[in-house]
């Protein structure tokens, strides 16, 4: 007879793990966890072995009869797990910093989820991600993968098209950051807030807003557009919308939208960034030492707030809220990057989408939404095609498949920039793109 | 009882009436035109004068009983007419060329169909032309309006929506243009080429094109794509493409994908173009003086050849072609824009799309296309939104819908940008803005 | 600023109403209800007084200060309420008694929600429920109306469809009582069961069947296959299915779906029991009388069991907690009539579907459904059409509308014989059905 | 290089015969015909030669170089055609008759296309056709099948959902048949006449109805319900509809809708039928005793014009009329069973219906309707789902699938009798049915 609960987390070596293993003690009444093998790669050993050991002093501390196992052997970690959660990233920060670098070089962004760099991502991690699939269907069948690994949406697409495992839910931290802003706006608690997500891994809009279960969407947006609040604004949204824009859209954005309805100023913005700071990649690089640095303090045996400069606040959160209603069969609502199912018409049947779902034992279901609204639809299927067709790329191996992806990218300038960046990224990533090098050689 | 067939050619003192004119003559034997009212405005007078005195040699040269009518009464001319055919350009090419000129400084397409060019135009010309729909509606509730007025896909669109007027159709020479190219590429006579069309105006697709009902989409995309042919496909597709992109793109393109698959290279050209010849308004208004000049010579009875230059080749045949089809009940296949119907999936059944049709005297029936491939699905739906929002601003005169629709146009590089362009261009196309300013001044 | 909560109930001189007030008591805690109207009409008043008073004297026993009034004033009780519910019969029981017995002489079912009988039902009820809509724009807009009345599906069609009001949801205790029977199959606590629901009113199907949210259906199935549960099955299903046929189904069916895959014996029991007992109406006609003598009793202050025996099992468990998750926000599940909005594929977007939704203070969200499985989807479709030409005779008055309805009824052998019996029935209903009288007398 | 165009008739012993050779000479100018191969099994042997030798004869008066073959070999015959027709009937006359005798012992309608007759015409045609695919996959890969056999609509289906093959085509006449007589019905010629079909094979819909393009959809509805058109109308119609009934549905109807919206009336008419002149199936054998004998005489070599009373008339027309607008790529409007492809909406993409096309040389282009009336679409959704449901079990051999499809054939009176039937007509059929009993053996 089953024991208790087994979680497996690929990538387990990355500086994320203490909020993990911080919500996985915080919701243990609800949510038993018996095993959490942390599984990592040779390369991110030491690392693995620093964050562990402050997983095991944390669980300790907690007094909770969870054990932390550290292990090279992905199969041995999947054997029999629950739920298997990833969060590793091919060619570690070395390879994002190329995907920001790069593409600014051609005048065009330079960010690890959207356009190039998301592509390439994307195109690194979906073998992976298969082949742990494949594993998964062998060692561990009934068991639930959570994917936080980027680009969410293409990997959810991904697994959902070219695998045989059915139940696979996606997270982002995006919406519940915005359901945080949006509570912070109105001065309530989080917990009376409500949005009704739909659209996409980072381009999820919130079609309305609720306070306990009353529309404030009006409100919200009229908050979001007054200039008394542009600072504040800023700091959610990015660099603050033009009013007038915001008020006809009429929906909530998220952060990412900025690159889309901001891409000229974004781009400018990222070439400064990256001659002064150094690109994201670069900054983060820097903070992960420090952060690996403290971990490795005996005496540390709790999250450190450090961690939370790092970036994917409320990551946690998500995550083991996601993952204990599934547990129990909650039937809360939740957004989460799931097979759409008819919910948003125009999108197809079979593709992943980010909306509210309530979730259920047997997964998430998603919340009807009918259409989107008619201004964001076009942006909407145009990323979906994206995803889609980097998704085939990725698996197939093909380039022209990689090029068409990247030239219909609204980020993209032109199939001659486009291809010009895929050439030098298929070269700054050749080692982690066996797919598109093996067949050349052949 | 009726006698024959009455037209009403609204903006009947553009350079193209010769066009028409010719193309009424050529198939009179099917098509017997007894009476041709050119209307125009005040502002048009002489230019009506001009060129409807060649029309009338024209038709006297040919020996046809076509009673050719000058008249500054729209309403006389649509008094029981069968056939309206528009072809005005409100504010004249002053007008466009502000449409031209002004993004440019922005780093923005200053173009008359797409982007903030193409959204001015449809501002100023859809409250024309839904003036004219009202006194149709009145006047001759039978006719049919065939519409060549840019952008042909928003005003059709705002025609279906706002308009009593269900017998609307509008024309592009876009496909049958692609049709020559092809069958000039391929070097077999245009009658045997066959292409179905879909998309939306000047973003139409070829999905299947055939010599004799065999598909020869692979020879043709080879061809295209052949290195040898470079400059022919420049000819008939603008900059060429990227081989790779278009092989995986795997359908036809037309030329108006230049710019949104080649943004950059398309505005860098038309920066250089405005600085050194003028934009195209520019040019045009050139060939105009020379045009309306040869239409004086009380000698001309013929359609001058040098009217091919000013682009729009294939229009008399296509226009003349769907007139003729339409009155005769002739069940050809033609691509026109029109209500989709369902034709393809993901565009509201009640949306104006461009898509092959079979042609009856109860109007164009449109072939089902099912869904358009993944990778223009997206663009498409853009176009689309763009479509419907700019015409929705039209006709409210909402400053921020029409904020809205330039922002997520694919050519817009942000909100900021978008407002800026919007703020300079109402200005300046002031006085045919008139649902603008009213409110304004109210 | 506002009190409390007040429920205005039509029909309030219903035989029912003591399982609503024992609802209100019961969860008083949660939906402090502090004014309920029982409205009813003259005909009605001598039940109201009866119902009405010992509603009191079960809201004096449980000692809380919820004000009962009653009143044959329908806006007094409208004014300012938050929850409109309504339980209503136009013509009472001798209405009901003839839509069942006048099918019956034709060889068709007679059912007050199916066939002639809905039919007939609806074009009595829904001018009726327009109305109220009516009032409630002016008098409470802001109230949800709360529909009891069958045939359900009909008139939350028609509710949609021909009134400003938005705020309304169909409830039926079908679906509850499919989860009772499931339970008591399984033997475990009703708690514990979900069933995800789609469908129309008494043409609801179980897609899947959860115990703790791990599906049990394929169990479910052969438990009512299993011939040693027939008389079980037949208890809580009707006439018992052919094992083959239910497991190639392989859906739940609804009680009501013995009238459209066991037609002929349907009509068959249905014509024994008319013969023997009387119809359902007449039989209830007694259960009735000996239920007001009981609520007579001064001494009576609590639901009397003989009301069980009624009908409508669960109907104030379902009702009840329907509201309370409404005023609380509570998001929890729950199978309603509402608006499809793209949960279920191949139903229109804007028709009235019985599905599980997430009940929030802004109304039931449904959960998508996709397309419902290939064998039931064209018995759905046909229901759906007959609610809406139903719906639409019923507002418009035309006997060819009404004809057309019941022709494509899948329970109505021939035009003719639906001509037959709407002509019969009309005459029969002939005061409760102006819309088509008037005309005539017009 | 290919000589002549190669026809191969699966069937080519059928009393039809003569029709399609005659149509075959008839249009020889625009469709050379080579080579006919008549094909047969080893029970038809006698009838082969002798309609053969007719049709012999037929060519060699007309003076055609037309070669005709007769053989049992139907793979020589199916090397290198470039279209295969079939018209076989899998247990000949002889299972039509249980087909049409067996149902009506359970008081349902006996019938070779509908009800259980179609069900289980379809259980032995089906595994027949996807073998004669799986030939041509092999011999004649691009060749063409043109469907005559019926239930045209499963077969279609089958084909498309289960075969290789996708250059299929069904044909039926029931539609040339609506045009004639509506033709008559107007007193105008057949050529002046269009009809927008849509629906499914056996149960299509007129849309609307033209006369030189002109919409007279109301005269021709005004024309069927006139009282004094009623022998008339019964003719072409069957029994006459209710006036009421078919104003209001406002499409045209097919002879075969008569057994859906005249059921009882249908059933009566057959039953006496059956006890007077016998089913139909017993009918046409003494027909086709007469034709075979008159076909015998050598002097014999037209088409004799007694084959008109066996039906099918039209029929020639049509599938001569239809291949010869694919060879040519004509483009001309056909009604034929084709793939979806969206043109009906609520119809799946990938499912057959009978719609009205364009015929091109790559097949037939549906034109788009959008969504079918509301008052007919569940009905058109209940057949559909039964042909696909009929399909499946024909190919799987899964007696609780069969089961299924006829429960939920709306010409059902319950499961139970369903099942009644199935017992009874797999007994009957049981040597052609050998999918459900090889397994039942093992």
Redesign the interface.
Known sequence: MKKGIKIATIGGGSSYTPELVEGFIKRYDEFPVSELWLVDIEAGKEKLEIVGNLAKRMVEKAGLPINVHLTLDRRAALKDADFVTTQFRVGLLEARAKDERIPLKY?VLGQETNGPGGLFKGLRTIPVILDICRDMEELCPDAWLINFTNPAGMVTEAVLRYSNIKKVVGLCNVPIGIEMGVAKLLDVDHSRI?I?FAGLNHMVYGL?V?V????VKDKVIDLLTDPNNSSFVKNIQGLG??P??I???NVLTCPYHNYY?????MIEKDLVNAENEGTRAEVVQKLETELFELYKDPNLNIKPPQLEKRGGAYYSDAAVRLITSIY??K???QPVNTM????I??IP?DSAVEVSC?I???GP???????LP?????????????E??GAEAAVTG????A??AL??N?LT???????EIIDEMMEAHKEHLPQFFSKVEA
């Open positions: 005048g409500h009704d309305d609720y306990d279960g009353v529309s919308w033009e007038g824009f008020k006809a859209l309805y901001k891409t000229r100023e129990n069969d039937r809360d609502i759409n199912r008819g919910a018409a125009s049947y309530v259920t034992k047997d279901k998603p919340i009807s939404v009918g259409d008619v201004a964001v639809r076009g942006l909407v299927q145009q990323i979906k095609s994206f889609r067709i093909d380039y022209n498949t090029l068409l030239t219909i609204p300038p032109s199939d001659k920039i486009a291809k």
